[in-house]
């Protein structure tokens, strides 16, 4: 198994540009999750889901949109990126059901710059 | 939303001597996750636990959950270079479909050969 895959792992943008970070994982988990990690801030959840179709906010969701159609796939879309988006952005997954529903497993990350 | 207080933010020890921190909340947990992070890469878990009172060991970790479900604690024994990073704990705040984790804002543990 690859476990939980992140494209791309660097990122440059500039200020007003939109992209989608990828996040793929091949345990056959049903929930999925972006967060972002800033200097002294821990992890901080935007996204997530629990299922293909299902997806909710979490702490952080302003300026990101998700979508889940496969069980496989959950990207992460900057809609309009500002300074303030630049992070580094890891997604996570788990399964949803018996004693390690809530292990869960993250990818490598993105990291990204908005300038 | 809240996050956990984790303490100490940060740690500069000897090799070989051993580490501890902890994590505390004021809403009860009903699991608690211990995950390392290495410069650049994602979070691994290190450790979970699930019973209030729980005591696991993984290598030279022990984690304990606490009795109250308000707090936790990593230890690590005999500290080596390759524990360098920082340390997250996480909880997951109620049972049922809620699979959200809750994470304080890490541990940085640095080891002097």
């Known amino acids: 198994n690859a476990g939980v895959t992140q494209t791309p792992k660097f990122q440059v943008l500039k200020t007003g540009q939109s992209m989608t970070l990828q996040c793929a994982q091949d345990m056959n988990h049903e929930y999925m999750s972006w967060y972002r990690q800033d200097p002294g801030m821990g992890l901080r959840l935007i996204h997530y889901?629990?299922?293909?179709?299902?997806?909710d906010q979490g702490e952080v969701p302003n300026g990101y949109n998700v979508s889940r159609s496969t069980t496989e796939d959950f990207p992460l879309r900057l809609l309009s990126a500002a300074p303030s988006q630049t992070s580094v952005y890891f997604c996570?997954?788990?399964?949803?059901?018996?004693?390690?529903?809530?292990?869960?497993?993250f990818g490598p990350g993105t990291r990204l710059t908005v300038l | 939303g809240q996050q956990l207080n984790q303490s100490p933010q940060s740690m500069f020890i000897q090799e070989g001597e051993d580490v501890s921190m902890n994590c505390t909340s004021s809403s009860i947990f009903n699991t608690w996750l211990w995950y390392k992070q290495d410069p650049g890469e994602g979070p691994v878990l290190l450790i979970a636990l699930y019973k209030a009172g729980e005591l696991t060991s993984n290598g030279r970790l022990t984690a304990q959950f606490g009795i109250t479900r308000k707090d936790s604690f990593l230890n690590i024994s005999a500290s080596i270079p390759s524990d360098v990073g920082i340390y997250f704990c996480a909880g997951q705040r109620s049972g049922g479909s809620n699979y959200k984790l809750t994470f304080g804002k890490g541990t940085l543990l640095t080891v002097n050969p």
């Open positions: 996570a997954s788990s399964l949803t059901s018996g004693s390690f529903g809530y292990e869960q497993f």
């Open positions: 889901s629990v299922g293909a179709g299902i997806t």
